[in-house]
């Protein structure tokens, strides 16, 4: 089966621009994460989707963060505007529920804020 | 939410198994115990996962402590393959417990 497709695999933007990552999830994925993970950390859980409503958005900054699961499939995550703190790799992920089942990842996107 | 403390760094050699272990006292009764683990720039991946019993894959197995305070990640035989970033992480049932909350993981280097 396809994995978590996520573009663009890498970008690199000047501080205060804004950016916007997008997710494909595993068809049938009820739950879709995105995660930051900066370098020599652990990935970071910003939101948690389950179909196109919100479970868990507690950790993202959301003055500067936001996203959407539209129709309950694809994502996107934007950044408006950017800090060069925000340099970090995004990760998705889609499992089919909430509670203990595998969670696939996708390879992530690479931001550079310079 | 209930945490894990894993070391930070381990280092086995080609061909032998390996043990990471994993401590987690505070775990409640309805959390699982999970596994990932992530290789050189890519995403985590899931290795395995466990309530009370011992489990086996294809990737690992999973030893359980009796009291559940502890859990080790066994590979038999590691491969250079096997090199990566080893998360921990326990996931309930409920509420904010079912997230999935990464720390920081055991770096494994398999010598050759």
């Known amino acids: 089966e396809a994995g978590v497709a996520q573009s663009p695999r890498y970008k690199i933007i000047e501080k205060r621009q804004s950016v916007a990552f997008w997710c494909n999830p595993i068809s049938g994925h009820a739950t879709l994460y995105w995660y930051q993970q900066i370098l020599g950390q652990g990935p970071k859980l910003l939101i948690q989707?389950?179909?196109?409503?919100?479970?868990?958005d507690s950790q993202l900054p959301k003055d500067r963060f936001s996203a959407e699961r539209l129709k309950g499939v694809d994502s996107t995550l934007k950044i408006q505007p950017a800090k060069l703190e925000d340099s970090a790799v995004y990760l998705c992920?889609?499992?089919?529920?909430?509670?203990?089942?595998?969670?696939?990842f996708g390879q992530g996107t690479r931001l550079t804020v310079v | 939410d209930a945490k894990t403390t894993q070391p930070n760094s381990m280092e086995s050699n080609e061909e032998e198994p390996v043990h990471l272990p994993c401590n987690h006292s505070?775990?409640?009764?309805?959390?699982?115990i999970h596994w990932y683990r992530q290789l050189p720039s890519q995403g985590p991946e899931y290795v395995i996962h466990g309530l009370t019993s011992n489990v086996n894959n294809r990737m690992a197995s999973l030893a359980i402590a009796e009291d559940r305070k502890s859990s080790t990640l066994i590979l038999h035989r590691a491969t250079l393959r096997d090199a990566a970033v080893y998360y921990c992480i326990l996931r309930g049932m409920w509420g904010s417990a079912r997230q999935l909350t990464f720390g920081s993981g055991t770096q494994l280097t398999v010598l050759p």
């Open positions: 989707f389950q179909n196109n409503g919100v479970v868990d």
């Open positions: 505070t775990i409640s009764g309805t959390d699982y």
């Open positions: 992920a889609s499992s089919l529920g909430l509670t203990n089942t595998e969670a696939f």
